[in-house]
Each structure stands twice: as C-alpha cells, then as structure tokens.
C-alpha cells in the first residue's frame, strides 16, 4: 500500500511539472503568486477577469514619482531599471480581459463573470455581499442580511524586453479591517521558476 502510495504521489508530482512546463509564461507568473498567497491560508475565490481599474485611477507619473522616493529609512522599492517593467504594466492593463488562468490547487474556485467592469455598488452587490452563513470575513450588513465575501483579483503580467522579469498587481478585496490589500509583485525568472524580488504593499485594510 506504501509503495501503490509513493507510485501515486510520483505520478502526480510528474503530471504537475508536465502542467507548468506548458503553461504560457503569464500563467506561471499568476501560479508562482499564487503559491505564496495560499500557503497556510484559507482559499478565496478568484476574479474570472483582470483588473484594470487601478491602473485609471492612479496616474503612472505619480506612482513612479512616490515609488523612486525612499520613505522611513527604507530604500526606494522602484528602481531605475525598473520603471520601464512599470510602464508596460500599465499599458498592458487598459481594459479589463479574462484572466486566462486557473490555478494548479483544485480547492481554489474563480467567480465566473465579469463583474469588474461594473460600477464599485454594483460589484460590492455581485461580488462582495453573499447570504450570511456562508463563509465569510465575519463583517455582515445587517440592512442586507449579507456579509461580505473577500476574492483575490490579478491584473495582466508585463514582462521585460528580454523576458527576464514580470511584474503584476495584485489584492484581495471585500475584506473590510480584515486584511483587504493590493500590491506589486516583481519576479525574475530563475530555471524553470518565477522568483519573487520585489513585494510592494499598495494599501491594506
């Protein structure tokens, strides 16, 4: 039974690498993201669509401008060689797409629809509020009987020239004083995996 045991764990462990061999390079980013949300924390559902309404509403001139300053002692996160990686996440997320990825881990689920696009009470309505019993961050809405669902949502991946780096922006909403964020992610290629180099927190709740 050991051995029927280990056979199996080795076909699976093999049958995953084939997977994310064939993955395109965005969904290996989005899996590499992913991975280090969803260690030893309790699954969310996911966005179906990329997000890209941060990006309308923060000019890129300001974010550049606050990301090369060093703040409280610390260095400045946006380095100079960084800032075209920037540029080109912000063009690649002019409108919201479906995300184009599902993740390896079968216990994640991915709200189908796309429920970004509409106006911030709509969505809050679709996406946030669900019956209160199910799961949720315990925050209810007692005019509706609804409290709130958190979900993670990602942007598009902008990658280098030379395919060495990616960068993505990504958040948990729906978390009202529960630990609702966004960030900015910078990875860099290293064999056949994204590594984390940059981790920048945006807001968090």
């Given at each position: ?20 061999r ?12 992913w ?72 216990s ?67 978390a009202?004083?529960?630990?609702g ?20 927190l945006?807001?968090?709740?």
């Open positions: 039974m050991r051995t029927m045991r280990s056979c199996l764990t080795a076909i699976f462990l093999l049958l995953l690498a084939s997977c994310m064939s993955a395109s390079p965005e969904q290996s980013v989005y899996e590499a993201i991975s280090g949300i969803s260690v030893n924390r309790p699954t969310k559902p996911i966005a179906a669509t990329t997000d890209s309404r941060w990006f309308l509403e923060n000019e890129l001139s300001n974010v550049v401008a606050n990301g090369m300053q060093a703040r409280g002692g610390e260095e400045a996160w946006l380095k100079p060689e960084y800032v075209p990686l920037l540029e080109e996440l912000y063009r690649v997320n002019k409108r919201n797409e479906p995300l184009g990825w599902r993740p390896t881990d079968k994640a689920t991915v709200l189908e629809g796309n429920f970004l696009s509409k106006p911030r009470d709509e969505e809050v309505q679709a996406m946030c509020l669900v019956p209160t019993g199910k799961k949720t961050v315990g925050v209810a809405d007692a005019s509706l009987s609804r409290s709130y669902r958190p979900y993670y949502s990602f942007s598009r991946v902008a990658f280098s020239r030379d395919g060495s780096l990616a960068m993505v922006k990504y958040g948990l909403a729906c009202p004083l529960s630990g964020h966004e960030a900015f992610a910078i990875l860099k290629h290293v064999g056949d995996d994204w590594v984390l180099v940059v981790s920048r945006l807001w968090i709740s």
